[in-house]
């Protein structure tokens, strides 16, 4: 019920900057999308958290990100980017856009198809 489409990601030398952004495309009306944010997974470990944020409420940062990476969210429009400074080469990972939605009484969670950063050395 809801597709989450992902831009931004690539190759960048280590110190740079690069910026994500999703949007998250309803197709049935009813449903809020209560919280979005990004994940990251490098090939053959675990997906984790880089970021988060619920409507309403406070960001919560990974903290090997923190102080670097910056998510920001417009409810409005159900979007969300992540501004990705001082890249190291173990930010190198597919990073996944994600989203909490649903109804009063079920809630789901979406996943982006998943985008590629690249840090060089």
């Known amino acids: 019920q809801v597709q989450l489409v992902e831009s931004g990601g690539g190759l960048v030398q280590a110190g740079g900057s690069l910026r994500l952004s999703c949007i998250a495309v309803?197709?049935?009306?009813?449903?809020?999308?209560?919280?979005m944010g990004w994940y990251r997974q490098v090939p053959g470990q675990q997906r984790e958290l880089v970021a988060e944020v619920s409507r309403g409420g406070e960001p919560n940062y990974a903290d090997s990100v923190k102080g670097r990476f910056t998510i920001s969210s417009v409810s409005a429009r159900n979007t969300v980017s992540l501004q990705m400074n001082s890249l190291k080469p173990e930010d190198s990972a597919i990073y996944y856009c994600?989203?909490?939605?649903?109804?009063?009484?079920?809630?789901?969670?979406?996943w982006g198809q998943g985008t590629q950063v690249t840090v060089s050395s």
């Open positions: 994600t989203a909490k939605a649903g109804t009063a009484t079920t809630m789901t969670d979406y």
């Open positions: 309803r197709r049935i009306f009813s449903i809020n999308i209560n919280a």
